[in-house]
């Protein structure tokens, strides 16, 4: 009778099913390696099933096997069997299930071929944002961006990956495994992504003061509507026109950092900004691209992400800074 | 028969006999780390299969399971059960004995998780 009130006071403590229910907060479709969108996230996920339901299944027959000790009569339980249980489940069978998920996941993590025609799309971890390059076979030449990932449904993408400063990680967690980013050497990590939509992916090594606010966009789209998006991105960007905006870019020297493709501007010190217009998110996948919020990024940078590169510009008034805003939404 | 049985009794367990199962997977824990080295610096890439590599584990599983062997002879030697505590010849041969068991079942897994990834990873990373 005691134990059956003390569970009801566990289940009446309000504490247990806020902690609880802050475990929801994991629950989404976009950052998620239980949601998952690609190949190589798929046989983790698998193998996650696999692990929790053996040891699921081991704490249940040891919970079972400690109930027998404990219930069985005086004498009923001898000391050689005892150490054979121990010999059995406490070696032989731990070295058997070990060996046996060591054959099952190994070839797992021998790397994806790609083809010499497959896109390769070079990621560089910057404090605190991502430089991306495609560089797709064929004519064109390479598409520069920042902060957001195209990738066609279906064929393999090759991702080289690399860092300027410090050691950074790629993860997309619904499309593969981590990947570290090492300034001085390039990892390659072969996905192929199995269905259209927005995703989101993070820096998964710790690299300074906003690594939590450094994260960005994952857009898969089918193959066809990829490759004219890349051609079409490959030109010039539209809505670099003359306006208020665009004098007070020139004028404050951002292009002195960012590049604007089609405009004389053509610095890669900070993100391209060619076609910011069309980003879903703000600051490297921090905050909605709303005018408000772009200007208050131009005027304070660090406010939103501590230790940003960027320079504030407080002289800004705010109408000047949301001009700037409307100039770099018009990029597209 | 006889032959044989005379064999393996002249073998005897020493405290020279038990570190001979842990040298061995040493010897092969370098080995997989220098295969891999070599393999990659000189060659630039894995065979698909190292067949030298599989032949060296193979040794090395079956010397570490050949002194198992000697020690679990040894070890049934029939006597009080465990611990083999007394500071007498035949304690001390006992515990000899089941330490070099349980340090070659110890190296033989040792000796094969280590191979596995030789194996099946064939990437110079």
Not at chain 2, 41 to 67: D, E, M, Q
Request: with cysteine.
């Amino acid at each position: 009778m005691r134990r059956e009130r003390g569970d009801a006071g566990a289940m009446r403590n309000p504490w247990l099913w806020m902690t609880i229910l802050l475990g929801l907060g994991a629950c989404n479709a976009e950052q998620s390696t239980l949601h998952v969108f690609g190949a190589e996230a798929r046989e983790v996920r698998r193998m996650a099933g696999i692990l929790a339901t053996g040891a699921i299944l081991i704490v249940a027959i040891m919970a079972a096997l400690y109930v027998r000790a404990v219930r069985a009569p005086e004498g009923a339980l001898s000391h050689q069997g005892g150490m054979r249980l121990v010999l059995w489940l406490g070696a032989i069978g731990p070295a058997l299930i070990l060996t046996a998920l060591l054959l099952y996941a190994l070839p797992a993590m021998r790397p994806r071929t790609a083809g010499p025609d497959d896109l390769v799309v070079r990621v560089d971890g910057e404090q605190f944002w991502w430089r991306i390059a495609y560089r797709p076979a064929g004519a064109g030449g390479e598409l520069r961006s920042a902060n957001e990932v195209r990738i066609p449904v279906g064929r393999p993408v090759v991702f080289e990956l690399t860092a300027q400063d410090v050691i950074h990680s790629f993860w997309i967690p619904g499309l593969a495994g981590k990947m570290d980013m090492i300034p001085g050497r390039i990892n390659r990590l072969v996905v192929r992504a199995e269905k259209p939509g927005r995703f989101r992916g993070v820096c998964a090594e710790f690299c300074g003061l906003s690594h939590a606010l450094m994260a960005f966009d994952v857009i898969v789209m089918e193959g066809p509507a990829f490759d004219a998006w890349l051609d079409r991105s490959r030109g010039g960007s539209k809505g670099a026109r003359a306006s208020m905006g665009a004098a007070l870019f020139d004028a404050q020297g951002c292009g002195g950092c960012h590049a604007v493709r089609g405009t004389p501007y053509d610095a890669t010190i900070g993100p391209d900004l060619s076609r910011f217009g069309e980003r879903r998110t703000l600051g490297a996948g921090i905050l909605p691209p709303t005018l408000d919020n772009i200007a208050a990024f131009i005027r304070a940078p660090q406010a939103a992400k501590p230790g940003a590169r960027m320079p504030a510009y407080p002289q800004l008034s705010v109408g000047q800074a949301r001009a700037i805003a409307l100039y770099l939404k018009g990029l597209q | 028969m006889s032959e044989r049985r005379k064999w393996h009794e002249g073998l005897r367990v020493t405290l020279w006999t038990l570190i001979v199962p842990p040298a061995i997977w040493a010897g092969h824990f370098l080995l997989s780390y220098l295969w891999a080295a070599i393999s990659c610096a000189k060659a630039g890439r894995f065979a698909t299969f190292p067949t030298l590599f599989v032949i060296g584990t193979a040794l090395a599983l079956t010397l570490i399971a050949l002194s198992g062997w000697v020690a679990w002879v040894k070890a049934r030697m029939p006597g009080d059960p465990p611990p083999h505590e007394e500071s007498n010849e035949i304690d001390r041969l006992r515990f000899l004995a089941k330490s070099t068991l349980l340090l070659a079942g110890l190296s033989f897994v040792g000796v094969l998780f280590t191979a596995l990834p030789v194996v099946f990873l064939r990437d110079c990373l």
